[in-house]
């Protein structure tokens, strides 16, 4: 499966923007979705992941109660929707699938687990 990353932006303190994740190649309801994020000078971190059934997501402590993870497999594409935006939340912004074969498991929160990758969209919140 291939991974396009979009919706990236600048973003004032406060406010929202909503990521994109396009799939193609293979039926995008075959894979967890999950987003991960890499600031300057740090490593790649857990964001969040929905299941294949949309049905679970698990969330880093980090944007929990802001962020959400839908996703529409008929339009194969997933979503990351974040809401009250911190400085401190950027970074640019990865999504990644993992082709499991559960329909229910939320996702791993380990990079390793995800198979394929999107290029990256960069987030950059001003205070």
């Known amino acids: 499966v291939q991974l396009q990353a979009s919706g990236g932006g600048l973003a004032q303190a406060g406010g929202s923007l909503r990521l994109s994740c396009a799939a193609s190649?293979?039926?995008?309801?075959?894979?967890?979705m999950g987003w991960f994020r890499q600031a300057p000078g740090k490593e790649r971190e857990f964001v969040a992941a929905?299941?294949?059934?949309?049905?679970?997501?698990v969330y880093a402590n980090s944007v929990k109660g802001r962020f959400t993870i839908p996703r529409d497999n008929g339009k194969n594409t997933g979503y990351l929707q974040m809401n009250s935006l911190k400085p401190e939340d950027t970074a640019v912004y990865y999504c990644?699938?993992?082709?499991?074969?559960?329909?229910?498991?939320?996702?791993?929160?380990?990079?390793?687990?995800?198979?394929?990758w999107g290029q990256g969209t960069l987030v950059t919140v001003s205070s």
């Open positions: 929905i299941s294949r059934s949309a049905t679970n997501t």
């Open positions: 190649g293979r039926t995008f309801s075959s894979y967890i």
């Open positions: 990644a699938a993992d082709p499991s074969a559960s329909t229910t498991y939320s996702g791993s929160s380990r990079a390793s687990a995800y198979d394929y």
